[in-house]
């Protein structure tokens, strides 16, 4: 049985005192590292994994978009890129572009180039420079992707979202186009080792736009309802179910 999101408060201040790493700063080309990956590893991965990509003609083809979704496992972050057509850009841990060694090198070459940002997240200042990197991002006309739950599902069941999502939307007004990731955690359960063969598919809803709280970011039950309603657009293209309640405190239970 699915329970619907209800109302609460949480408020996020920021900061503009954060940048775009430049690597990412130069515009999206058909000679971008992000092209090659997605020439190379992407046949491979349609293969492994059946990619199956649904509504993803609903994404605008130019300017400031947010993509939201699920977050099943680790490999999310690797297919989302895969199956747009135009680069996404998004946050990531900095342990993913720091690690020692050949594998380690490989890893940070891999998600800077498909679009991945390196933030150290942990604390309240973590949060501030994930929101305003995704800030800058979009105000440079580009699209970001976002998992409003905030870390990856417990158990395969959808939690409650962050409104860091609203904010991001209120603020730059860029729509926001909900997507459903499935399969992806019966590949790599746990979200550790190497994924096993299987079919993934990722699913596209129609763009949410709430130009009708424009000036409202500041608003905890404005926030709430503009993430609410985005995390029931996920359910619903998901078919999970969903806990009131955040992932973290599931996990710290």
Same mark, same amino acid.
């Given at each position: #049985?699915?329970?619907?999101?209800?109302?609460?408060?949480?408020?996020?201040?920021?900061?503009?005192?954060?940048?775009?790493?430049?690597?990412?700063?130069?515009? @999206?080309?058909? %000679?971008?590292?992000?092209?090659?990956?997605?020439?190379?590893?992407?046949?491979?991965?349609?293969?492994?994994?059946?990619?199956?990509?649904?509504?993803?003609?609903?994404?605008?083809?130019?300017?400031?978009?947010?993509?939201?979704?699920?977050?099943?496992?680790?490999? &999310?972050?690797?297919?989302?890129? %895969?199956?747009? &057509?135009?680069?996404?850009?998004?946050?990531? $841990?900095? @342990?993913?572009?720091?690690?020692?060694?050949?594998?380690? +090198?490989?890893?940070?070459?891999?998600?800077?180039?498909?679009?991945?940002?390196?933030?150290?997240?942990?604390?309240?200042?973590?949060?501030?420079?994930?929101?305003?990197?995704?800030?800058?991002?979009?105000?440079?006309? +580009?699209?970001?992707?976002?998992?409003?739950?905030?870390?990856?599902?417990?158990?395969?069941?959808?939690?409650?979202? +962050?409104?860091?999502?609203?904010?991001?939307?209120? #603020?730059?007004?860029?729509?926001?186009?909900?997507?459903?990731?499935?399969?992806?955690?019966?590949?790599?359960?746990?979200?550790?080792?190497?994924?096993?063969?299987?079919?993934?598919?990722? +699913?596209?809803?129609?763009?949410?736009?709430?130009?009708?709280?424009?000036?409202? &970011?500041?608003?905890?039950?404005?926030?709430?309802?503009?993430?609410?309603?985005?995390?029931?657009?996920? #359910?619903?293209?998901?078919?999970?179910?969903?806990?009131?309640?955040?992932?973290?405190?599931? $996990?710290?239970?």
């Amino acid at each position: #049985m699915c329970i619907r999101p209800r109302a609460a408060s949480i408020v996020l201040t920021c900061t503009d005192s954060y940048s775009i790493p430049r690597h990412l700063q130069t515009p @999206e080309g058909p %000679l971008s590292r992000f092209a090659l990956i997605k020439a190379v590893l992407g046949p491979i991965m349609r293969l492994m994994f059946r990619l199956r990509a649904e509504g993803a003609e609903r994404i605008p083809g130019d300017g400031p978009v947010i993509l939201a979704g699920n977050h099943l496992t680790f490999i &999310d972050s690797m297919i989302l890129p %895969l199956v747009c &057509d135009r680069q996404v850009f998004f946050i990531g $841990k900095d @342990e993913y572009v720091t690690g020692k060694g050949l594998k380690g +090198r490989l890893m940070a070459w891999f998600f800077t180039g498909v679009g991945m940002i390196p933030v150290d997240r942990d604390g309240a200042r973590g949060g501030v420079a994930a929101l305003m990197t995704g800030r800058r991002v979009l105000e440079e006309g +580009r699209m970001f992707g976002i998992y409003p739950e905030g870390t990856r599902s417990p158990d395969g069941r959808l939690y409650r979202g +962050r409104t860091g999502i609203a904010r991001l939307t209120l #603020m730059t007004g860029a729509p926001v186009v909900p997507f459903a990731m499935i399969g992806t955690d019966k590949l790599q359960p746990g979200g550790t080792g190497l994924p096993r063969p299987g079919r993934v598919t990722v +699913r596209f809803g129609e763009p949410m736009e709430f130009s009708r709280y424009e000036g409202m &970011d500041r608003d905890r039950y404005v926030l709430r309802a503009v993430t609410d309603s985005v995390m029931t657009e996920v #359910m619903r293209l998901s078919g999970q179910e969903y806990v009131d309640m955040y992932a973290t405190k599931a $996990k710290a239970a």
